[in-house]
């Protein structure tokens, strides 16, 4: 069964709006998550770190201010897109991994945004 | 994390084992290798992780050689519902970097 779920699967919104996406770990308590994002034909980029009870790392050129993560608690980080724009609509992906670092990370099935 | 170079895309018969490579020849002693796969519009499949010794389960079989600068993925009986971008992976700690990966593409 699916350990990592992301909701919404698909957003649409429209330029100027904001969108909260949920990743919900069901299996274990994650106590750190990461959220990615893939362009069409691109690789995943990893945007930031969410670190439940403190603030997230952000990867170089993510901006913070504009990608808010939230990670209030164990099981539950969301990422919010503000102020949307065409060019930040994009696959959207979650993971999370238990304790031990050398571990697999599950990913959720993904949030595909579309800003119109 | 070491970088990894992966051919860009294959083919491969139904049914047929499925031989995937990766060069990782910086990878450090702690480093791990991890393989994923990315069906269409999903989020990445865990297949398959090691560090120096070969590695089996229900999906794949990971082979890393003696000196751990390469390693194979492979899939003993191909199916098309393998088709999927492969991503092998090294890390040492938290964060999964992932290069372009090898484009798999399972014919009957």
């Known amino acids: 069964g699916a350990v990592v779920s992301q909701h919404p699967s698909r957003v649409i919104c429209k330029s100027g709006t904001s969108v909260k996406i949920e990743c919900r770990s069901l299996d274990f308590q994650a106590t750190t998550m990461f959220w990615y994002r893939q362009f069409p034909k691109q690789s995943l980029m990893l945007m930031a770190t969410?670190?439940?009870?403190?603030?997230?790392?952000?990867e170089q050129g993510v901006e913070k201010d504009k990608f808010l993560i939230n990670h209030a608690s164990l099981t539950l980080s969301t990422l919010t897109v503000t102020s949307a724009h065409p060019e930040d609509s994009s696959f959207y992906i979650c993971?999370?991994?238990?304790?031990?670092?050398?571990?697999?990370?599950?990913f959720g099935q993904g949030t595909r945004l579309t800003v119109v | 994390d070491a970088k990894t170079t992966q051919p860009p895309s294959m083919d491969c018969a139904e049914g047929r084992a499925a031989n995937l490579p990766c060069n990782h020849s910086?990878?450090?002693?702690?480093?791990?290798v991890y393989w994923y796969r990315q069906i269409h519009s999903q989020g990445p499949q865990y297949i398959i992780h090691?560090?120096?010794n070969n590695e089996t389960n229900e999906m794949a079989s990971l082979i890393i050689t003696e000196d751990r600068k390469s390693s194979t993925l492979i899939l003993p009986h191909a199916t098309l519902r393998d088709t999927a971008v492969y991503y092998c992976i090294v890390r040492v700690v938290n964060k999964l970097s992932f290069g372009a990966g090898t484009t798999v593409t399972v014919r009957a």
């Open positions: 910086t990878i450090s002693g702690n480093e791990y």
């Open positions: 993971s999370v991994r238990r304790g031990n670092p050398n571990t697999e990370a599950f």
């Open positions: 969410s670190n439940e009870g403190s603030k997230a790392t952000y």
């Open positions: 090691g560090l120096k």
